[in-house]
């Protein structure tokens, strides 16, 4: 993990606005961005814990703790809108009984909000595991996660 980080602050060592770049580059790696990685970049950027911390929990984006063994990210923007996403958002919490941005107690999956996934003229969209699907309903919703749940087990 430290060597993660450490590869992530040199790459984007001298950048301008090298923050948002290296907390990328860090989820990208570990999947999620630890209290450790903070008070490194913190350091290395000559910026406070504080101001580091405020970023990464600004941005829905970044975790600070491991993601769900599946990521599921639910369209809200406006033509998902248009077409029921928020139903499908409160179909999916009662489903999987874990509120946006959480994770089921059994860490298998990951919800979240995402906004467009370019399947507008195909809306409600959703990803899973950054597969996309359009034209979602509850029941479509369903299927796939008794699909994963199958596919874990
Ligand atoms: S608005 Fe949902 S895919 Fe574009």
């Given at each position: 993990m430290l060597a993660t980080i450490e590869h992530a602050l040199a790459r984007h060592a001298g950048e301008l606005g090298a923050l948002l770049p290296i907390l990328h580059d860090i989820q990208d790696e570990i999947g999620h961005i630890p209290e450790q990685a903070v008070a490194h970049i913190a350091r290395a950027l000559n910026l406070s814990r504080a101001e580091v911390h405020g970023?990464?929990?600004?941005y829905h984006h970044f975790r600070t703790v491991p993601a769900g063994r599946h990521v599921i990210r639910i369209c809200q923007a406006e033509a998902c809108q248009s077409m029921g996403s928020e139903a499908l958002v409160a179909h999916a919490q009662r489903h999987l009984g874990c509120a946006v941005h959480a994770t089921t107690p059994d860490g298998a999956f990951s919800l979240e909000a995402v906004?467009?996934?370019?399947l507008c003229a195909s809306s409600p969209?959703?990803?899973?595991n950054d597969a996309v699907?359009?034209?979602?309903?509850p029941q479509r919703f369903d299927a796939l996660v008794a699909n994963l749940v199958k596919s874990d087990s």
């Open positions: 970023v990464v929990t600004y906004y467009c996934l370019g969209a959703l990803s899973i699907h359009a034209r979602m309903t």
